[in-house]
C-alpha cells in the first residue's frame, strides 16, 4: 500500500530555518506535493516537485530524491503566520488522480 | 482563482439522519474529491469522481455514498448518520490531479 512518513511537531523561532521531512512508500510514483493549513482553514497547495531537486518558491522550497523515497520542506525566514500544519501528499496510482496524504506536521513559530 | 464551496460550515444532525454535504466548484474541474480530517489521522479519502455520473471509492467509503449529475457539484452522502462520522468534511477540485483546491470545509456532529 501506499504511507507517507512525517514528524508530528516541529517548533522554531522567527527567522529561523526549518526543515519538515516526508518519507514515502508508494508502488507508483507521480510526484510531491505539499499543502498548508492554518487552524480552522482549508489546506492550500504549496508546491509540487515531480523530479529530483529542489523548487523554491519566496521564503519556501521542497526538494525531492525519489531513490531515497524522500522529500523536505523548507521554510526560511519563519515568521509567526508560518504556524500551521503542514501535509505532504502524492498520488495514489490506484485511485486516479487523488491524493494520499501524511497525517501532517505542526508547525510553531514563537516571538 | 478556483473556487470550491461547501456549502455549510458547521452541521448538526442525529444519528440516523441523512446527511447531505454538497460542494460546488467554478472552474470546469473534472477531477472532485471528498475527505474527512480527524486529529491525529491527517486527510482520507472517502470518494472521488473524474467525471460527471462517474465515482469511485476511496479508503473510507463505508457509510458513504456520492452524486455527481453536473460537473460542477459533488455531493457527499451519509446515509444513516453515525457518532463515529463526526468529523470535518474537506470537498476538493482539481484539474490535473497535482495541486488542489480545496473548500472551507463543513464541521459535522452527529449526536
Known amino acids: 500500500g501506499q504511507s507517507l512518513e512525517q514528524p508530528s511537531e516541529v517548533t522554531a523561532v522567527e527567522g529561523a530555518i526549518v526543515q519538515i521531512n516526508c518519507t514515502y512508500q508508494?508502488?507508483?510514483?507521480?510526484?510531491l506535493s505539499w499543502y498548508q493549513q492554518h487552524d480552522g482553514g482549508a489546506p492550500t497547495f504549496l508546491s509540487y516537485?515531480?523530479?529530483?531537486g529542489l523548487e523554491e518558491t519566496g521564503r519556501f522550497s521542497s526538494f525531492l530524491s525519489r531513490s531515497d523515497s524522500y522529500g523536505y520542506l523548507l521554510l526560511q525566514e519563519l515568521q509567526m503566520k508560518d504556524s500551521a500544519s503542514y501535509f505532504c501528499?502524492?498520488?495514489?496510482?490506484?485511485?486516479?488522480?487523488?491524493?494520499?496524504f501524511g497525517k501532517g506536521t505542526t508547525l510553531s513559530v514563537s516571538s | 482563482d478556483v473556487k470550491v464551496t461547501q456549502s455549510s460550515r458547521y452541521l448538526v444532525k442525529r444519528t440516523g439522519e441523512k446527511v447531505f454535504l454538497e460542494c460546488v466548484q467554478d472552474?470546469?474541474?473534472?477531477?472532485m474529491f471528498w475527505y474527512r480530517q480527524d486529529p491525529g489521522l491527517g486527510l482520507r479519502l472517502i470518494y472521488f469522481?473524474?467525471?460527471?455520473?462517474?465515482?469511485e471509492k476511496g479508503d473510507i467509503p463505508e457509510g458513504y455514498s456520492v452524486s455527481r449529475e453536473k460537473k460542477e457539484r459533488f455531493s457527499l452522502i451519509l446515509e444513516s448518520a453515525s457518532t463515529n462520522q463526526t468529523s470535518m468534511y474537506l470537498c476538493?477540485?482539481?484539474?490535473?490531479?497535482?495541486?488542489?483546491?480545496f473548500g472551507s470545509g463543513t464541521r459535522l456532529t452527529v449526536v
Open positions: 516537485n515531480g523530479l529530483d
Open positions: 476538493a477540485s482539481s484539474f490535473t490531479g497535482y495541486g488542489y483546491t
Open positions: 469522481s473524474y467525471d460527471v455520473k462517474m465515482k
Open positions: 508508494t508502488s507508483g510514483f507521480y510526484g
Open positions: 501528499a502524492v498520488r495514489d496510482p490506484q485511485a486516479g488522480t487523488a491524493l494520499i
Open positions: 472552474m470546469d474541474h473534472e477531477n
